[in-house]
């Protein structure tokens, strides 16, 4: 019996993220379970549901945060899908990507454009 934490978390995954992230939840589930209920309870329970913050900002902290990486492109691609699904435009991802060549370089910036190509592309 999963706790109502999880139930809230996985709802707002769903909005969220979509099949995405229930594609990765469902990767984790043979290897690490418990880290994949942690990854619903606390970063969709406990943060994304806080009202400080709508989605759309969420996801531009997100996105911006991922490229900064440089390290991390199948999350970003599963964030760039989330930005699309609660109303960022296609442009607005990619202002977002560029201006973090100003603050982590242009090799993190161009990774998470070839990223954001390819989440556009899967979309048509």
């Given amino acids: 019996m999963k706790s109502e934490r999880f139930k809230i978390g996985w709802e707002k995954l769903k909005e969220i993220d979509g099949s995405a992230g229930e594609n990765v939840i469902s990767s984790l589930k043979d290897i690490a379970p418990q880290f994949a209920d942690l990854l619903i309870e606390f970063p969709f329970a406990d943060i994304y549901t806080r009202k400080e913050l709508d989605l759309k900002s969420r996801e531009i902290a ?63």
């Fill in 62 to 124: 997100t996105i911006a945060a991922l490229t900064a990486m440089g390290n991390a492109k199948p999350q970003l691609k599963v964030h760039i899908q989330a930005a699309l699904n609660v109303g960022l435009t296609q442009k607005e991802i990619i202002e977002i990507i560029m201006q973090m060549s100003v603050y982590s370089g242009f090799p993190s910036a161009l990774n998470g454009l070839f990223a954001a190509k390819e989440v556009f592309e899967e979309q048509k």
